[in-house]
């Protein structure tokens, strides 16, 4: 995924929530060493908040817990209430809980989750592109400035800047945006970049793409958004069956 930045969460009561539900409900989760093909299966056993640490059911093969105590960065992927959640770690440990063998993991700093509208982003339209309108500020020449969108989603929108006014710093923040979405109608809505890329069009002339994720962003914004989003789709899907 090159968007995850929208969809990670930082808090860490918000992140001990999910963990938990996941325990709760004895979810099963795909732990998978970095540059290895095949994925073992284990649930959370506990979530303790005093050392801030996960222990994770161990596997019963011995071989599958040496590939995952060879000292490779982790990954977990696991849903919960039709949400997907993904975290990793750089280590882990051998430990028991209750006489049962364990893995014992930190609590992740940040994991991701993703609804299932939000799995991907929706291409916006390029010949009549969707435009946010940002408010600069003093120190990036004032006034008001236009771009198109790359895409959309749930979680926040990407912006071509080929005139490269906006800068690319991670976590720079601009407020009071507003995006004019085709047949739903205007929102406001801050906007924070979360990655930069730098583009090279097929006419050789250079282009930025900024993802940025929506912040301060109201329930009645959001529902344009989801609206807009749906109906992109349709027309996407009517495309396709037009091609069929």
Request: proline fraction near 5%; hydrophobic fraction near 40%.
């Amino acid at each position: 995924m090159d968007n995850w930045h929208d969809f990670e969460v930082g808090s860490r009561r918000e992140i001990l929530a999910l963990l938990r539900g996941i325990a709760e409900k004895k979810q099963m989760i795909r732990m998978l060493p970095l540059g290895d093909n095949d994925m073992c299966v284990t649930t959370i056993l506990h979530v303790d908040t005093d050392t801030d640490t996960i222990l994770l059911d161990r596997p019963s093969d011995p071989e599958e817990t040496a590939r995952l105590m060879s000292g490779r960065p982790v990954s977990f992927e696991t849903t919960l209430d039709n949400i997907r959640i993904i975290f990793g770690t750089e280590s882990m440990q051998l430990a028991m809980l209750d006489a049962v063998p364990a893995l014992k993991i930190a609590l992740p700093p940040s994991l991701i989750r993703l609804q299932r509208r939000e799995f991907y982003r929706m291409q916006t339209p390029v010949g009549n592109p969707v435009k946010v309108v940002i408010t600069m500020p003093e120190e990036q020449g004032g006034g008001e400035a236009s771009f198109p969108l790359a895409d959309i989603s749930c979680g926040g929108i990407a912006i071509l800047d080929n005139r490269f006014v906006l800068g690319d710093s991670i976590g720079h923040e601009y407020g009071g945006c507003r995006i004019d979405l085709p047949e739903i109608g205007p929102i406001l809505t801050g906007l924070q970049i979360r990655n930069s890329q730098e583009m090279t069009l097929m006419n050789n002339k250079a282009n930025r793409r900024l993802g940025c994720q929506f912040i301060d962003i109201s329930a009645g914004a959001m529902n344009a958004v989801q609206r807009y989003i749906m109906k992109l789709e349709r027309e996407r899907n009517a495309r396709m069956a037009g091609l069929s």
